[in-house]
């Protein structure tokens, strides 16, 4: 057996104080998917000390930032999706592969991805959003078209369905929750053929969800939204035997604004 996990941390080095390594320690998953974590280098394999380690700090200091960790060896890290665009052209710390090596000698490809959120009222920032969703569809078609087991994982920033955000009617014109936004996710479902391993195992819901806002009573009265995903290659998908979103038991204990979801993977 195999567990994946991904979290956006909203801060390594915040998540650390607030509980994480405990709950790595309670959990223990073989990868671990992390994104939003917003340090250098040397302050994330310090973290992570023990594990096979790849991570891409944003060019922008505080921002963004994704990494792989696991407890597996890494064959080999790809980083980014090449060059960016006029609408988007900063391209650091959303997007980093790897390819985990597994027991029986053959590997498994693993995405941590940090979508960047938007602002409706900020066009250029949606611009900016669209652009870079483009190029993970063409990122995506090209690993599907490999036929293997490989799992896109992270904060996609992307509510798919009405079951996916506890006030959909109240959001229906705000980033994250946009027609042009959720039609990539179909493109990925429909055409690409990826599994949607949260819902699927999740039920039709509505949630689970995967973050609250630290404001208010969001995660007492669980109105969230589910942007966080494992979304599998059939070949993988195949594969699943448990999915869970491992919510806090209460906001005091939340490490993160994100819940981690975790797949178990029978391999």
Same mark, same amino acid.
């Given at each position: 057996?195999?567990?994946?996990?991904?979290?956006?941390?909203?801060?390594?080095?915040?998540?650390?104080?607030?509980?994480?390594?405990?709950?790595?320690d309670s959990r223990?998953?073989?990868?671990?998917?992390?994104?939003?974590?917003?340090?250098? =280098?040397?302050?994330?394999?310090?973290?992570?000390?023990?594990?096979?380690?790849?991570?891409?700090?944003?060019?922008?200091?505080?921002?963004?930032?994704?990494?792989?960790?696991?407890?597996?060896?890494?064959?080999?890290?790809? #980083?980014?999706?090449?060059?960016?665009?006029?609408?988007?052209?900063?391209?650091?710390?959303?997007?980093?592969?790897?390819?985990?090596?597994?027991? =029986?000698?053959?590997?498994?490809t693993v995405v941590?991805? $940090?979508?960047?959120?938007?602002?409706?009222?900020?066009?250029?920032?949606?611009?900016?959003? $669209?652009? $870079?969703?483009?190029?993970?569809?063409?990122?995506?078609?090209?690993?599907?078209?490999?036929?293997?087991?490989?799992?896109?994982?992270?904060?996609?920033?992307?509510?798919?369905?009405?079951?996916?955000?506890?006030?959909?009617?109240?959001?229906?014109?705000?980033?994250?929750?946009?027609?042009?936004?959720?039609?990539?996710?179909?493109?990925?479902? =429909?055409?690409?053929?990826?599994? =949607?391993?949260?819902?699927?195992?999740?039920?039709?819901?509505?949630g689970p969800f995967?973050?609250?806002?630290?404001?208010?009573?969001?995660?007492?009265?669980?109105?969230?939204?589910?942007?966080?995903?494992?979304?599998?290659?059939?070949?993988?998908?195949?594969?699943?035997?448990?999915?869970?979103?491992?919510?806090?038991?209460?906001?005091?204990?939340?490490?993160?604004?994100?819940?981690?979801?975790? #797949?178990? $993977?029978?391999?």
């Amino acid at each position: 057996m195999l567990t994946i996990a991904t979290a956006n941390v909203n801060g390594i080095r915040a998540a650390a104080r607030r509980g994480m390594p405990a709950w790595i320690d309670s959990r223990t998953p073989d990868v671990l998917l992390l994104q939003e974590v917003r340090a250098p =280098d040397a302050v994330v394999h310090d973290l992570l000390a023990g594990w096979h380690v790849a991570h891409q700090a944003s060019d922008v200091k505080g921002r963004a930032g994704v990494a792989v960790a696991s407890r597996l060896p890494l064959r080999a890290v790809r #980083v980014g999706l090449g060059p960016g665009s006029e609408a988007d052209p900063v391209d650091s710390g959303r997007w980093i592969e790897a390819d985990v090596e597994l027991a =029986d000698g053959t590997s498994l490809t693993v995405v941590s991805a $940090y979508i960047h959120s938007g602002t409706v009222s900020r066009p250029e920032t949606m611009t900016r959003k $669209y652009a $870079y969703l483009e190029r993970v569809t063409a990122r995506l078609r090209e690993i599907a078209a490999g036929g293997g087991r490989a799992v896109l994982a992270g904060d996609l920033n992307i509510a798919h369905r009405n079951a996916d955000i506890k006030n959909w009617k109240g959001n229906l014109k705000n980033a994250g929750f946009l027609p042009e936004e959720r039609a990539y996710v179909d493109r990925w479902l =429909d055409d690409v053929g990826l599994v =949607d391993l949260g819902r699927v195992h999740g039920g039709e819901g509505p949630g689970p969800f995967t973050w609250w806002s630290w404001r208010g009573r969001a995660f007492d009265n669980d109105a969230g939204w589910r942007i966080d995903y494992q979304l599998a290659t059939p070949a993988l998908a195949d594969r699943t035997v448990k999915v869970e979103v491992d919510r806090a038991p209460s906001h005091a204990e939340r490490w993160s604004d994100h819940a981690p979801l975790l #797949v178990t $993977y029978d391999l």
